[in-house]
């Protein structure tokens, strides 16, 4: 069973990294509460799984890469449903005039999971912010290029 709940989670990391946004609305469940208030001191919010995935698609294919790593997994479930702890490191690459080209956000996630049809959904995300290093700047860059594009 830990298997299945650690693989849940990796799969959703590695479809973001991937762009594989049809496979990652698949990840959550229909609505699911995502709180990255510490990092962005935004009110947690439930949200449709089609608008967290439109959200990503339209901000991190900004970047010419993405990379996320998670690991130390603490999971404790009853077999419907599910917690899942797990650090996480964010990298994000985007070449650019100051030559300071990467962007790093380090933290910890909290999920919930159920288990849905025999397949674990995540019903909720927080993320635990700890640092951030780099060009911290690269986001506004993401935005302002998505801009230019228009």
């Not at 229909?30 to 990503?56: N, Q």
């Not at 985007?94 to 990467?102: I, M, P």
Request: aromatic share 14%.
């Amino acid at each position: 069973m830990d298997n299945a709940l650690e693989s849940t989670i990796t799969k959703l990391f590695v479809y973001t990294d991937q762009q594989n946004w049809d496979e990652l609305k698949g990840v959550f469940a229909e609505k699911v509460l995502l709180d990255y208030s510490s990092f962005t001191g935004v009110a947690a919010a439930e949200l449709a799984a089609e608008d967290i995935v439109a959200a990503w698609s339209g901000f991190l294919p900004g970047f010419e890469s993405t990379h996320h790593q998670i690991g130390n997994f603490l999971i404790d479930s009853d077999g419907k449903t599910a917690k899942v702890f797990c650090y996480g490191t964010a990298s994000h690459y985007l070449s650019n005039d100051s030559g300071n080209n990467v962007w790093i956000v380090v933290g910890s996630y909290d999920f919930e999971l159920t288990k849905t049809e025999g397949d674990w959904r995540v019903q909720a995300m927080k993320f635990n912010f700890k640092y951030q290093d780099g060009n911290t700047g690269l986001p506004q860059l993401v935005q302002e290029n998505a801009k230019k594009e228009k």
